[in-house]
Every structure is written in structure tokens, then in C-alpha cells.
């Protein structure tokens, strides 16, 4: 199912339904407040201020960005409670920025080493607000985080830098796979890492009233336990990924791009007037080409240049007209709302909107 495009949309646009968006941000609302878990929404995947507000209008306790700049921008568009769930390393000029934040907002920030702690401990000392911390902890994504065990020594040093430690957090990277089996399995890792760096806190004396986990493959698969807040991200739109892996249906896509057919050089062959520039260039291991077509399911973009997109048709399948305007859900939606300075919001074939990408390129 694809979004019923206006008649004469400049193309390529980034185009969104709201009733699918809205569905989608209420239903993980309320499945998080019905068994028991805060609910902080990765902006990293809309940095949309009007989407943003739509999440704390459902329950958000507040927001998780990637970035100081991310969370500088929804600062400015009045979010004041912000987690920069990020293992933040500061210069000089970052310190500043920080600092000022923590003057204006309710601040938590990630650490994973104790030199990290050191240098956040001494930029915001002194700060209006105290900043808050959570120790990232690897849960089977081996990217950032340190080991449960190590939690209390990265927690130590954020103690004695003058920070309030409040909690740990991890990314569940290795949940993105075929079947529900993989999503469980990095949930349960995930249950098992989080409760034993947050018993290595404890250990400290140390209140953990803050366990942080679930991304949008794995939020569906918690139960109450250790783990009380969700940070899943994706879930407002959706993407070609998520469909491939199964958290989504195709009529929870709530965002695609608009592109136009500008040749059609042979019956099975056609080219989109989109490409890396808007689509960005992720591959996906669950995804054949480098997006999904709602209106030809059976196809595939087995070419994608900046701004070309070709599209291969099985034998058979009848392709567009030359000028038609298809619909492309992107493999990882994030990169392309990064790309884009608007998202155009279409119902009954209108543009009744548009919603600037408030934190567009706020990348540092």
C-alpha cells in the first residue's frame, strides 16, 4: 500500500501519511504504558519537531537523540527533557555546547569509560540542572558499550567526576534478523547484559532507578523485568528493512519517497529520478536492491546513482508509464530524513502540510 500521491508533485519528495504515523506512534504508546515501561523515542529517526510533539502528546517521558546538535535543535523547539544516548567525547567546543544545555534542559548523557565520565564531569560542573548519566553496556552489537562487569568502574569514575548516575542503557544492534527468534534472543540478551551491569552499580551503592533498552526490532518482544524504558526510534515510519524482518506490515509504512519514472529503456526496465542524494545508500541483508516498492512488489532497484534509481520487473509484470510517480520506501529510513530539508504531509492526494526536518545535518 503506498501513499495516494497529488497530481503534479515535484519530484523527488519525501512524502509521509499522517493517520499512518499517528497509528504507529499511539500503538507503541500504548503498548509501552500498558506493561509498565517508560517510552523515550530515538529522534534520530524523524528529527521532525511536529513528529516529536505528536510522541510527547502520547506519553514520551522525553526524547533520545544521537547528538549534542540533535539535542541543541530539539532544545530550541521546546523538548526539555532529552537523553543523548551516546557515548559523547568532548573538545573544547563541545564542553561549551554541552554545558549549555545542561543549563536549559533535563540532561542525561551516556559514558562507557571512565575517561569520558572525566571530561563530561568537568564540562558541566556547576550547571544550572544536574546532568544525569547512563553507562552503556555491549549486549551482542559489539559497537559501544562496555562489558556488564566493567559497569561499575565507568560508573565510579562518573560518581567521583561530580556526576549522578542513574542508570545503564545498550543498543540491541544483533536484533535485526529473519524471524522472531533472533528479535527475543538480543532481547534476552539485552535483559540479562542491562541487569548485570545494573547489579554491578548496586554493588557501588548506587540507586539504578534507570534501565534502558529496545530498539524497534526488539521492543515488541519485552516483558517487565529488568528493563524499564524503551527507546525504539524507526517505529513512526517504518522502512523497507523493518518490513523484510517483520515488525511491520506494509500498511504501517508510514513514509516514502516520491519519485518520477524519467525512462523506460525496455519492457522489464524502468529509471526513478531518485537516488543516493534522497534515498541514501544503506543495503540491506533482508532487502533485494536498494528499496521496496509498494506498487510493484515483484520488482527491485538493482541500480542506484545519485539521482537514478533503475528498477528490473520479472518477466511478465507490467511496468509504469513514462512520468508515473511510484512510491519507494527506503531500506533505512534515517539517512534519507537526514537528506531532506522537508517532509510533505498528503492526505486525499493534498499536500496539507509540510514539517521542516528540524534537526537536518545536526550531525556533530
Known amino acids: 500500500m503506498a501513499i495516494p500521491l497529488p497530481e503534479g508533485l515535484a519530484t523527488p519528495a519525501l512524502v509521509v501519511d499522517p493517520e499512518v504515523l499517528d497509528r504507529n506512534i499511539s500503538r507503541m504508546a500504548e503498548a509501552s504504558q500498558s506493561q509498565g515501561f517508560d517510552l523515550r523515542p530515538h529522534a534520530k529517526a524523524h528529527k521532525c519537531a511536529q513528529i516529536a510533539g505528536r510522541q510527547l502528546r502520547a506519553g514520551a517521558r522525553g526524547l533520545s537523540v544521537a547528538t549534542i546538535s540533535e539535542a541543541e535543535e530539539f532544545a530550541g523547539a521546546g523538548v526539555d527533557d532529552l537523553f543523548i544516548a551516546y557515548p559523547v567525547w568532548l573538545d573544547a567546543g563541545k564542553a561549551q555546547r554541552l554545558r549549555r544545555l545542561a543549563d536549559e534542559v533535563a540532561l542525561r548523557v551516556g559514558v562507557e569509560s571512565a575517561e569520558g565520565a572525566q571530561r563530561l564531569g568537568k564540562a ?17 552489537s559489539r559497537r559501544t558499550g562496555v562489558q556488564p562487569a566493567a559497569a561499575g568502574e565507568v560508573g565510579k569514575a562518573a560518581v567521583d567526576a561530580g556526576l549522578d548516575v542513574v542508570g545503564v542503557f545498550t543498543f540491541p544492534g544483533h536484533g535485526y534478523g529473519h524471524d522472531a527468534q533472533a528479535r527475543e534472543r538480543a532481547a534476552r540478551d ?11 552499580l548496586r554493588d557501588l551503592g548506587l540507586d539504578v532507578p534507570v534501565v534502558s533498552g529496545g530498539s524497534t526490532p526488539t521492543v515488541g518482544q519485552w516483558q ?56 541514501g545508500s544503506d543495503r540491506s541483508s533482508w532487502v533485494t536492491g536498494h528499496g521496496y516498492l509498494p506498487q510493484f512488489p515483484q520488482g527491485s532497484i538493482t541500480g542506484l546513482w545519485e539521482h537514478h534509481a533503475v528498477v528490473r520487473l520479472p518477466e511478465g509484470v507490467r511496468g509504469p508509464r513514462l512520468g508515473s510517480v511510484v512510491a519507494v520506501v527506503p531500506n533505512h529510513i534515517c539517512t534519507p530524513v537526514n537528506l531532506a530539508d522537508e517532509l510533505l504531509v498528503v492526505q486525499d492526494r493534498q499536500v ?13
Not at 125 to 140: K, P
Not at 190 to 200: Q, S
Open 124 to 140: 558541566v560542573r556547576g550547571s544550572a540542572r544536574r546532568v544525569e548519566v547512563l553507562v552503556e553496556v555491549d549486549s551482542g
Open 190 to 200: 539485552e535483559d540479562r547484559t542491562l541487569g548485570e551491569a545494573a547489579g554491578a
Open 224 to 279: 517487565p523485568g529488568v528493563v524499564n524504558e524503551l527507546r525504539p526510534g524507526v517505529y513512526v515510519f517504518n522502512d523497507a528493512t523493518q518490513l523484510a524482518i517483520g515488525t511491520c506490515e506494509v500498511e504501517d509504512l508510514a513514509l516514502h519517497a516520491a519519485a518520477t519514472v524519467i525512462s523506460v529503456p525496455a519492457p522489464d526496465r524502468f529509471v526513478l529520478d531518485v537516488g543516493s542524494k534522497v534515498l
Open 352 to 364: 496539507v502540510d509540510r514539517w521542516q526536518v528540524t534537526a537536518r545535518g545536526a550531525n556533530t
